[in-house]
């Protein structure tokens, strides 16, 4: 059986389904940056003196985000998914996919590390260090997230000048 061409109608509803996923990954962006921005406020807060609360909050912030990263990773990588619609014949593509998905194994347990730091029981956290490794952990988010930015606007809103 040979494929059906592509009709002008197939065609819209395509638009209209890539246009679908591309609003549903910036709204789990959206999201991603507002628990960004919180554990920011929540590390940027004073902590001599007040290690515990200052640990709390920035777990607590921390834990949002895990969560977050979780929603993002089964929508994007799951059937009928962002990862799903993307041109996986076009040249590099499947490769930068592949390597997307690594990150989100990466990046999900370096938030898992993170909570474990800070949430070390009785021990007074060490508050500059887990600065400075979620400093680390949220320039890796935001680099990620631009690269899917990236490749969602290329696979879907791009002409790469295919044939008429």
């Given at each position: 059986m040979s494929p059906k061409p592509k009709t002008e109608n197939s065609t819209q509803v395509n638009l209209l389904h890539q246009a679908g996923l591309s609003k549903k990954t910036q709204l789990e962006h959206d999201d991603l940056v507002e628990c960004l921005q919180r554990?920011?406020?929540?590390?940027?807060?004073?902590?001599?003196?007040?290690?515990?609360?200052?640990?709390?909050?920035?777990?607590?912030?921390?834990?949002?985000?895990?969560?977050s990263l979780q929603r993002h990773i089964l929508s994007s990588e799951g059937e009928g998914g962002l990862f799903a619609e993307l041109d996986l014949s076009r040249g590099a593509v499947p490769a930068r996919v592949e390597k997307l998905r690594r990150e989100h194994e990466q990046l999900l347990e370096h938030a898992k590390r993170l909570v474990q730091r800070i949430?070390?029981?009785?021990?007074?956290?060490?508050?500059?260090?887990?600065?400075?490794?979620?400093?680390?952990?949220?320039a890796a988010v935001r680099h990620h997230y631009s690269k899917e930015v990236d490749l969602i606007y290329e696979c879907?809103?791009?002409?790469?000048g295919v044939g008429d």
């Open positions: 554990l920011e406020a929540a590390l940027a807060s004073p902590a001599p003196g007040r290690e515990f609360e200052w640990a709390g909050r920035a777990g607590a912030e921390l834990l949002k985000i895990e969560a949430q070390n029981g009785e021990q007074l956290p060490d508050f500059a260090a887990i600065r400075r490794e979620a400093a680390d952990f949220l879907f809103w791009l002409d790469i």
